[in-house]
């Protein structure tokens, strides 16, 4: 199961939990099902309108490893 959080271009929206793997099957998805999606999201990654498809950086002070341990 993944979660995608989208909006539409009213300011509405909303998380779908679904069996979806793929953005761009979500996105085709809640474009039939819901009128003027604008935008989805899942983790990092996004589709929008305006944008396309794309991923945000990973942020530099972000550990993916965890934090130091300590002494």
Do not use: H
Request: glycine share 10%; charged share 30%.
């Amino acid at each position: 199961m993944k979660s995608y959080l989208f909006s539409t271009d009213n300011e509405r929206g909303g998380v779908i939990l679904c069996d979806i793997d793929t953005l761009p099957d979500a996105v085709d998805y809640l474009k039939q099902r819901f009128k003027g999606v604008v935008r989805v999201e899942q983790g990092r990654d996004f589709w929008s309108e305006k944008e396309g498809f794309g991923s945000l950086p990973v942020l530099e002070t972000e550990n993916p490893t965890g934090p130091p341990a300590s002494s």
